[in-house]
């Protein structure tokens, strides 16, 4: 679209309740910057929520907004379509629901309008059918119980993906890397530098990169046959390898493994496999509503009972307590 002869490029944000502040700050700010060191302001944005009123982040600070969605998608029409809708949401997203959004969202990229997501909107949008067979990225903490809840979509722990003028973010600063991303596209990697410059950070990620830290830093550890058993482990949790396998895969006799186990992270291997199987577990108790007896299958265990146990004996309440008392919190 142009506009007094410079380009203009319309962005609409839809806000979900208690959604990601730092997302939505970061995707915001590269427009503002942009607009600030271009020779003419090219970006616009529109702000919306369901009802139209001020929404809260989950930080509990108020955003005011342009209007609500029935309002603002009927002025949103022919020359004044956008370019792209994004939606912002945080870790609350699977109490959300509005079938009028999932029409909308449908509607519009049905008409060539580019639908993104920040956070877990990657959520918003796999409900509303966006995301089948489609490459997309959510924040690495919602990914099991995104993969467990729609299995059609390609999901990745990517900073951010891009797939059939689909957009999807991992939300944090990622937010930051895909609108540089398209900033970049618009008007060149100048651009791109000039804005990093802006806003202190020393370069632009791309899309591949990951989310998470790298095991060396994470684990404080430095030990490559280690850190190659951990990463299988986190490979394998559904289907635990046994020790003879990780032995096998290594070259390392299974004292040795255990003694590695010992003196860098002061557990056992088996005792260090079952921590991270009910890491995975708890955050698929917490961040989807599949049945208990779902999530010990997905994370290895072979009943109900013997997951109940584990998990008892190391959050010291069972996981249907422990779901209960996560849903009052978030209420």
């Not at 002869?5 to 979900?16: D, R």
């Not at 949103?76 to 379509?81: E, I, K, Y």
């Not at 949401?89 to 060539?112: I, P, T």
């Amino acid at each position: 679209m142009k506009r007094d002869g410079f380009e203009k490029h319309k962005i609409v944000f839809f806000l979900v309740p208690d959604f990601s502040m730092i997302a939505f700050a970061t995707a915001i700010e590269a427009l503002r910057l942009a607009n600030r060191l271009l020779p003419h302001p090219a970006y616009e944005w529109c702000l919306i929520s369901s009802d139209g009123k001020a929404e809260r982040a989950s930080n509990n600070i108020g955003v005011n907004v342009d209007g609500s969605l029935d309002e603002i998608r009927r002025g949103l029409v022919g020359p004044a379509r956008p370019e792209m809708i994004l939606v912002c949401s945080g870790l609350c997203v699977k109490r959300f629901s509005n079938l009028q959004l999932g029409n909308w969202l449908r509607q519009m990229h049905g008409e060539g309008v580019f639908i993104g997501g920040l956070c877990t909107g990657a959520w918003v949008l796999a409900q509303a059918g966006l995301l089948a067979n489609k490459s997309c990225a959510i924040h690495w903490e919602e990914l099991p119980a995104f993969s467990e809840k729609f299995p059609d979509a390609d999901v990745h722990a990517d900073l951010f993906e891009i797939d059939d003028n689909i957009y999807t973010c991992a939300g944090g600063t990622a937010a930051l890397d895909m609108m540089l991303h398209i900033i970049g596209k618009h008007f060149g990697n100048d651009i791109q530098t000039r804005i990093c410059e802006q806003a202190l950070i020393d370069h632009t990620r791309s899309p591949s990169d990951r989310q998470r830290m790298p095991l060396r830093a994470r684990l404080g550890i430095h030990n490559s046959k280690l850190l190659f058993i951990i990463e299988l482990m986190e490979a394998n949790l559904s289907e635990p390898l046994p020790l003879a396998e990780l032995s096998h895969y290594t070259n390392l006799s299974r004292r040795q493994i255990e003694r590695l186990f010992a003196r860098h992270l002061g557990r056992s291997p088996a005792r260090y496999y079952l921590d991270l199987r009910l890491e995975r577990a708890r955050h698929l108790l917490l961040q989807s509503d599949m049945p208990v007896i779902e999530v010990a299958i997905a994370c290895g265990f072979i009943s109900a009972s013997h997951f109940s146990k584990c998990y008892r004996e190391s959050y010291n309440r069972s996981p249907h307590s422990d779901r209960t008392q996560n849903m009052v919190k978030i209420n």
